[in-house]
Every structure is written in structure tokens, then in C-alpha cells.
């Protein structure tokens, strides 16, 4: 089947680290998304893995991907204010062969919240 | 810049209404998509195309339809509103069909609110 699941909400203090979780089921996805969504706005890309990879890091952020549990999480260090958003996590999946098209399968979206 | 803008931003309409949200994109995109976000669903596709005159149905098509004539543009049309399409819509392009890297690029999104 194809679904993504996160958690709801994430409250973390500044300077901390926040960590956000994802789950998702199909075990053919080739990337795997973190997209960032401030009040008001549009999603924008933080962020993506490939399948074969384990890690990714950029500046602040951190990739974790564990294929056999198919569990993606990220990791935001020193958490500033300006972090706030909602972070959703989205899985590509291929459907339809060598012929065949990319899906994008988001989660629902974790809400996080920087407080001093 | 190239970019990806929706009209209007907001929208308020009455039921059995007709509407249409315009989506355009100026990064000459093959692939376009519309979703619809509401609370505790995340984004669920409506629509999608993967070039002109080539339209799809995504997982909640029921009342809305779509049109690619050009390149940059797919308007989002809702043929009788009803109060369960009362959401936030985005629209997305992408560049590539398959292969390697799926990033979608969204826009600001349109609040509809039928009453």
C-alpha cells in the first residue's frame, strides 16, 4: 500500500536538537523528501535521500534513513525560532515499468514548535 | 525568475458555484499537480499532468477537473463547489517524468471557502 505516517506534533526549546519521524510502507520508493512549510506558504524542499543511502547531512540538518524498518527521521540541530513550520515527510514511488512515472506520497505533516 | 503562482490567494464562493483556480509555472515543466491540504490528511492529489492535453486522476478527483492546453498552465476547476471542498490548494511542478530526482516545486497556494 502506499502510506506515510508522522507524528502529529513536535515541541522542542531553542538550541536543542528536534527530531522528526516518518514511517512509510512501500519498499519500492526511490527518494525520500523532507519538505519545510511556513505559515501561509507553500512547501519548499529542505531536503532528500536516495533509497541506497543511510545518511545524508546538511549544515544543521541530518538524514536518517533505515530501510529495513522503512522509518526516515530528521534531524534539526541547534533549533532556532525561525524553524517553526510544519515538516512533511514524502516518498517517491514508481508505478507502471520502464514506461512508467514518479509518485509523491506525503505524510501528514509534523508541526513543530521552538520555544525559548 | 522563473517561478510557480496560483490565483487568487483566497477565495470565497457558494455552493453549486463554479470555480477555477489558476496555476502557472514559467520553469517550462513537463509535470504539473494539484493537491489539496486539509488537517490531518497532509496533501491528498487531485490532478495531475505530465504534459499537454495529458491529464490523470489522483486519489481525490470526485468534483474537480482539469485542463493542459500549454506548457505553463493547469487550471483547476470545480464544476458544482460543495462545503467538503472547502481547503487550501497547491499546485506543483516538476521537471522530469521518471529516472532520478522527483522534487515537486510548489506554490503559495489558494484558501477556497464554499458556504
Known amino acids: 500500500g502506499e502510506d506515510v505516517e508522522q507524528s502529529l506534533f513536535l515541541s522542542v526549546r531553542e538550541g536543542d536538537s528536534s527530531v522528526i519521524n516518518c514511517t512509510y510502507t512501500?519498499?519500492?520508493?526511490?527518494?525520500l523528501y523532507w519538505y519545510k512549510q511556513e505559515p501561509g506558504a507553500g512547501l519548499q524542499l529542505l531536503t532528500y535521500?536516495?533509497?541506497?543511502?543511510d545518511m545524508k547531512q546538511d549544515q544543521r540538518l541530518t538524514v536518517l534513513l533505515n530501510k529495513k524498518d522503512k522509518h526516515l527521521s530528521l534531524r534539526i540541530a541547534d533549533t532556532q525560532t525561525g524553524d517553526s513550520a510544519i515538516y512533511f515527510c514524502?516518498?517517491?514511488?514508481?508505478?507502471?515499468?520502464?514506461?512508467?512515472?514518479?509518485?509523491?506520497?506525503f505524510g501528514a505533516g509534523t508541526r513543530l514548535a521552538v520555544h525559548p | 525568475d522563473a517561478e510557480i503562482t496560483q490565483s487568487p490567494r483566497h477565495k470565497i464562493t457558494e455552493t453549486g458555484r463554479q470555480v477555477t483556480l489558476a496555476c502557472h509555472q514559467t520553469?517550462?515543466?513537463?509535470?504539473m499537480f494539484w493537491y489539496r491540504q486539509d488537517l490531518g490528511h497532509g496533501l491528498r492529489l487531485i490532478h495531475y499532468?505530465?504534459?499537454?492535453?495529458?491529464?490523470n486522476k489522483g486519489e481525490v478527483s470526485d468534483g474537480y477537473s482539469v485542463s493542459r492546453s500549454n506548457t505553463e498552465d493547469l487550471p483547476l476547476t470545480l464544476e458544482s463547489a460543495a462545503s467538503s471542498q472547502t481547503s487550501v490548494y497547491f499546485c506543483?511542478?516538476?521537471?522530469?517524468?521518471?529516472?532520478?530526482?522527483?522534487?515537486?516545486?510548489f506554490g503559495p497556494g489558494t484558501r477556497l471557502t464554499v458556504l
Open positions: 512501500d519498499s519500492s520508493s526511490t527518494y
Open positions: 520553469w517550462n515543466h513537463n509535470n
Open positions: 535521500i536516495f533509497s541506497n543511502m
Open positions: 506543483a511542478s516538476s521537471p522530469r517524468r521518471s529516472g532520478s530526482n522527483n522534487e515537486q516545486f
Open positions: 514524502a516518498e517517491s514511488i514508481r508505478r507502471g515499468g520502464s514506461g512508467g512515472y514518479n509518485k509523491l506520497i
Open positions: 499532468s505530465y504534459g499537454v492535453h495529458d491529464t
